[in-house]
């Protein structure tokens, strides 16, 4: 896996409507940029992700990327109309909550067949935190037979909550975790429990969510912004505005410090930060590469803006 990940939910029009050329160009970027780890999900526009993710990775070398998707959520055809409630796409199916053996298994099944691949190098349970008995118990069991069997690599889980996510890495000990927006520069909840439970369980760790939804991928965050995939509250703006003054006056950017600030845990392996445009791609990686200056991660702990100078 490459350190930094491209986060595919802007593929099946998260926020944003985008068309498949621009899709393709979005990955594009990402692959120039020396990107080789995508993630996506059925979730992200009820499939739409993983079919343009897939067609945008025909052709390239498949032993030279890291492909990641989720089961936990199958897609089941509907013909209510309208449009989704979670993605810009038509509502032509609906998601139904599937942890069983058989309901993991055809959930690979058709991500692969979506992906237009025969395999996957990576499969979480996505978002279990309300099915966390069925996930350890059920899930995880149906996913460790399919890694057996070759036909996915690497096994894990992915959430927001840092309880379900100490409780499945403490019983489970997978390869991996992704966890999204619960170790950002703007709070860091997981290093209470979860990272030293990953650490101890030698389990990688993906980071999420690193912009906190967008409050944390602007020069100058302002009101109005996501936080969560909401407009952010106004004492979660300030705090992002006073760290943004720090970095400001350390030579340094609100987004560059988030990016390299996930990075910088040493259970981290990967960070995903997503993308609507191509440009964007282009600057995530190039904030990336660059990284802030050494010196403001102790003047973000002596502000009390940050809980622990990374490593």
Not at 101 to 119: F, M
Request: some cysteine; glycine content about 10%.
């Amino acid at each position: 896996m490459t350190s930094l990940g491209l986060g595919c939910a802007q593929l099946g029009n998260l926020f944003v409507e985008i068309t498949d050329e621009q899709g393709r160009s979005i990955v594009d970027a990402a692959w120039d940029a020396g990107v080789r780890f995508f993630d996506t999900a059925p979730h992200y526009g009820l499939g739409l992700s993983e079919r343009r993710l897939g067609a945008a990775l025909a052709g390239r070398p498949r032993g030279g990327y890291t492909l990641c998707s989720k089961v936990g959520r199958v897609l089941e055809p509907t013909d209510a109309g309208g449009m989704d409630t979670d993605f810009l796409v038509p509502a032509t199916h609906k998601r139904v909550w599937d942890f069983s053996r058989d309901g993991v298994r055809r959930s690979i099944d058709d991500s692969l067949a979506r992906l237009g691949h025969d395999r996957l190098d990576i499969a979480l349970i996505h978002d279990a935190e309300g099915h966390a008995d069925a996930a350890i118990g059920t899930a995880f069991p149906a996913l460790a037979e399919l890694r057996d069997a070759g036909v996915v690599g690497a096994i894990g889980t992915g959430s927001t909550n840092t309880a379900y996510l100490t409780r499945f890495v403490r019983e489970c000990r997978p390869d991996t975790v992704l966890i999204a927006g619960r170790y950002t520069l703007l709070e860091q909840p997981a290093l209470a429990e979860l990272l030293p439970a990953c650490v101890e369980a030698g389990t990688k760790v993906i980071i999420g969510g690193v912009f906190n939804s967008g409050l944390l991928a602007h020069d100058h965050p302002r009101t109005g912004l996501a936080y969560e995939y909401h407009a952010a509250p106004a004492d979660l703006v300030a705090r992002a505005q006073a760290i943004a003054d720090v970095c400001a006056r350390h030579g340094s950017t609100l987004p560059a410090a988030a990016i390299a600030y996930a990075a910088g845990h040493p259970a981290v392996s990967t960070v995903l930060v997503g993308a609507e445009t191509p440009e964007q791609v282009r600057r995530n990686a190039d904030l990336f590469a660059d990284g802030p200056p050494p010196e403001l991660w102790p003047a973000l702990a002596a502000a009390g803006l940050i809980a622990q100078v990374p490593a």
